[in-house]
């Protein structure tokens, strides 16, 4: 997939409104345009680095932006049964429920509190969410809380949306918040049509509070 042929790729200067609607006229050929179109394989390469980090498939993963359930297609091929998942999207998440890898799904925004029990969740994994017009830097507040001590939140971004002197790269320099443990990157996100858009995965351990 070129390209030029590819506008859902692009998304600078939307809303959250506008975000939505994208997202709306899109979710149902979602897969077809990244996985089979596209070669998109940030999902893959993010759960891999999860489960370096956390091993054991009882563990209770959010996975939130979660979309069609990409990742969650993944985490389940990898013995992963109790996965939860979140996102902005009711359409995106009709999607991923027809897929059956999730113990639940709920709707919600990130950047705004969670209805989710402090220390709830053993990992937390988000690819695709963080950006300037996707969730803000300080949702990963809200992660944080709801991720254990000794937890791990596995997230991805794009190179270009991330820099050292932005939220972004000010929250993944923090070391009072959480501790870095692994990383990927810079690697090519699309083995198809996009090789100029490069990615970054990080683990992070949360410390005890």
Avoid at 18 to 24: K, V
Avoid at 133 to 157: K, Q, W, Y
Wanted: net charge negative; glycine share 10%.
């Amino acid at each position: 997939m070129a390209e030029q042929d590819t506008p859902s790729l692009e998304w600078t200067g939307m809303d959250e409104q506008a975000l939505d609607r994208h997202y709306a006229d899109w979710a149902a050929r979602y897969d077809a345009d990244l996985r089979e179109g596209a070669g998109y394989r940030v999902p893959e390469v993010a759960v891999e680095l999860l489960a370096a980090r956390c091993p054991a498939t009882d563990a209770t993963i959010l996975d939130a932006g979660a979309g069609t359930g990409i990742v969650g297609e993944f985490l389940h091929g990898e013995g992963y049964r109790a996965v939860h998942g979140l996102d902005m999207s009711p359409a995106m998440l009709a999607q991923a429920e027809a897929k059956g890898v999730y113990a639940s799904l709920r709707q919600a925004t990130l950047g705004e509190p969670l209805d989710l029990a402090t220390d709830r969740f053993d990992a937390v994994v988000a690819v695709g969410l963080f950006g300037p017009t996707h969730a803000p830097a300080h949702a990963f507040d809200e992660l944080i809380r709801v991720t254990r001590p000794g937890g791990h939140i596995v997230f991805t971004m794009r190179t270009d949306e991330v820099q050292p002197n932005n939220a972004f790269g000010l929250r993944v320099a923090d070391s009072t918040r959480w501790r870095l443990v692994d990383q990927r990157g810079p690697f090519i996100g699309f083995a198809r049509g996009r090789a100029d858009l490069r990615f970054w995965a990080w683990a992070f351990e949360v410390p005890g509070r």
